[in-house]
């Protein structure tokens, strides 16, 4: 399997996990709640929408363009701060986040 197989492999096995503990929306947030300035859309969507809402379209965006993927990315400690320490499935969030981010250490590329 290519990076890229990889990576997406990665981001349905994100997508699944949100689909399991019901936190995949089937609405998407107004169109004004991605108009924000902040990064990960922080004053205007709640952590896991923007990953469903943003992260995870942009990223099988640029693959299935062959755009090139970010360098040096990492989400991972965006979401140790955002989650609650008491979010029953904090634990298992942050796994699969900081398996997507191994994608784009320095060291993997």
């Given amino acids: 399997m290519t ?3 990889n990576l997406r492999e990665q981001l349905q096995a994100i997508e699944a996990m949100l689909r399991l503990h019901q936190h995949w929306q089937d609405e998407a947030p107004h169109e004004s709640k991605f108009a924000s300035d902040q990064p990960f859309c922080m004053d ?3 952590p896991l929408e923007w990953l469903q809402w943003v992260l995870i379209p942009r990223m099988h965006q640029l693959l299935d363009n062959g755009q090139p993927l970010p360098q ?4 991972a400690p965006y979401y ?3 989650l609650d320490a008491q979010h029953p499935q ?3 969030i942050l ?3 900081h398996k997507l981010d191994a994608f784009f250490a320095d060291d993997a590329n």
């Fill in 95 to 97: 796994v699969e986040l």
């Fill in 80 to 82: 140790e701060m955002a």
């Fill in 90 to 92: 904090r634990d298992i």
């Fill in 3 to 5: 990076l890229h197989d």
């Fill in 44 to 46: 205007t969507l709640e």
């Fill in 72 to 75: 040096s990315f990492a989400i």
